[in-house]
């Protein structure tokens, strides 16, 4: 594996490694030195064309714990506001010796872009791209649902929201259809993709029918920054069909959980009872984020590559 | 699951292995071991056992339950995964990492004894040794291997030893235990020739890898 762009790209065996390294890093918060020297010496970049909280502060907490060099970019501030094209960005962090380059963009494929154009040496990691991907984000839900139900295989996910936007629907269903679960999308049919043949996945209007039959239930944000036209008439009336409330929570059966990847429109896509409840698993999806980004900067820069020239040290 | 830190395919028909410790001898060295780390540390209190994955682990936990039947109580045991500190990591492909598992207790203040199966150049002992510095501060660490087989390449000795076999370089030397393998047994072989960096057996032959498969 040298670069991280799509949760498609990872077979069942990639999944339960990065999977099975995060739990082991994972037990790195409960130490007092919470530093590890896998990665001394190399240099991870932040390159952040949009707008991010956690994801950035969740990877650079990751490569710092792994004791590696982390540059953060953000398009604001930099010289992209000037007008510096994806190329010339990608050449100066090659000159300056790059070895990971975690890749947030508003278009779709640029960090495909970066990895296969030859710009760069480094591993490119997606940290979300448009509305296509965004796989450390599925990475780390499929990690807390594996902690709280064991083995995802067989077991029913229902994803709720704003699909046709959401690069974070995508990814969890890919991923979560390799590791074996069965994944059913919930949304408004106008927030829906026009063709869903090619996703692995079943499709429902109604959320209510779906809940009984989730084991966990991940809730989307409604993502009005790219929504240029009406996708439903009101936000009241989005609420109050595809909103989780706490009566709709109680048709879940007893041990499911509640997912959102954050950041939380309160009252909007989840109730803040919801949110706040014994269910929700919010807060902890933002624990695991970061040991799920350590496992793949760990399995992702950590070794050889081809690209880079070690002396021997023996 | 993961390749183990010895590897233990058969060896192929021009190495002639020999057992050169039994399962009864693993017994015996593993029985004295824990006597030794009882006496040398005056009783059971302050020792806290960390075994190296992967046949590390094992032998621990048979080091423990051999103090529990002297001491009639058992000691704090765990597992230390090493592959992040260890002086090769950027050399080789990424590895899979083993489970760490440090005991309730911690292990400020204890004496840690690290066990391991076989001690050869010293540099997982190193790796080992830094390990435990981000963990906590012993008040001593101990080393306990089944067997000592030389050539290091660092100044590192072990406290317990099972048995101190002299190698030779080409030779490799693996550890089977019940827990992992089929049958107790401590198995020397000549390594089967691959590279020619493999054969020559200095570390300095140009290989990326130190030559050793147990470092």
Not at chain 1, 27 to 50: H, M, Q, Y
Not at chain 1, 73 to 99: C, I, N, Y
Not at chain 1, 164 to 180: D, I, K, M, P, Q
Not at chain 1, 239 to 266: F, K, W
Request: one cysteine or more; proline letters at 6%.
């Amino acid at each position: 594996m040298r670069h991280l762009l799509s949760a498609g790209d990872l077979s069942r065996d990639d999944a339960h490694l990065i999977l099975d390294t995060a739990e082991e890093m994972r037990s790195l918060a409960d130490r007092p030195i919470k530093k590890l020297p896998a990665l001394r010496g190399r240099t991870v970049v932040n390159l952040f064309f949009e707008d991010s909280t956690r994801t950035r502060i969740s990877f650079e907490a990751a490569a710092k714990r792994l004791s590696a060099d982390v540059i953060n970019f953000s398009a604001k501030g930099s010289s992209v506001s000037k007008g510096e094209s994806l190329k010339d960005t990608a050449l100066t962090l090659q000159a300056m010796g790059a070895d990971g380059v975690v890749c947030r963009h508003g278009s779709s494929g640029a960090p495909h872009l970066l990895a296969t154009s030859g710009w760069l040496n480094g591993s490119v990691v997606n940290a979300g791209d448009g509305t296509h991907e965004h796989p450390t984000q599925a990475l780390l839900d499929a990690f807390t649902m594996r902690r709280h139900l064991g083995s995802l295989e067989g077991r029913r996910i229902t994803i709720v929201g704003d699909v046709l936007h959401s690069r974070v629907a995508r990814s969890n269903v890919l991923l979560l259809s390799t590791l074996g679960a069965d994944v059913t999308v919930v949304a408004p049919p106008t927030l829906l993709p026009v063709d869903m043949t090619s996703w692995p996945c079943a499709t429902s209007y109604d959320l209510d029918a779906t809940l009984p039959k989730s084991d966990a239930v991940m809730m989307l944000r409604v993502q009005r920054e790219r929504m240029g036209e009406a996708f439903f008439p009101s936000a009241r009336e989005y609420t109050r069909r595809y909103g989780l409330d706490v009566h709709r929570m109680a048709q879940l059966p007893d041990e499911a959980i509640v997912l959102h990847p954050g950041p939380m429109n309160r009252g909007m896509e989840i109730s803040a009872e919801v949110a706040d409840s014994t269910r929700s698993v919010i807060v902890e999806q933002v624990t695991n984020g970061v040991a799920i980004r350590m496992a793949v900067l760990y399995l992702l820069l950590s070794g050889t590559n081809e690209t880079t020239n070690e002396e021997p040290v023996a | 699951m993961n390749p183990a830190p010895t590897t233990h395919e058969s060896p192929d028909s021009h190495a002639a292995p020999r057992t050169v410790l039994d399962a009864s001898d693993i017994s015996r060295a593993l029985t004295r071991i824990a006597h030794e780390i009882l006496e040398r540390n005056r009783g059971a209190d302050p020792v806290v056992l960390l075994g190296i994955p992967t046949r590390g682990v094992g032998l621990a936990a048979r080091i423990r339950d051999r103090i529990a039947a002297v001491e009639g109580r058992s000691v704090p045991t765990g597992s230390l995964d090493v592959t992040m500190y260890r002086d090769d990591i950027g050399l080789k492909p990424a590895r899979a990492l083993e489970h760490t598992d440090i005991p309730p207790g911690g292990i400020d203040g204890k004496v840690v004894v690290l066990v391991d199966d076989v001690l050869f150049s010293g540099r997982t002992i190193r790796a080992a040794l830094d390990a435990i510095g981000d963990i906590g501060r012993p008040k001593a660490v101990q080393l306990a291997v089944l067997v000592d087989r030389g050539h290091r390449e660092l100044p590192i000795r072990a406290d317990y030893v099972g048995k101190n076999l002299p190698t030779s370089l080409v030779e490799r030397v693996t550890v089977h235990l019940t827990e992992y393998d089929e049958a107790d047994a401590v198995v020397i072989a000549d390594k089967p020739a691959r590279k020619p960096g493999d054969k020559s057996g200095t570390p300095t032959a140009g290989s990326t890898a130190p030559t050793g498969v147990k470092a």
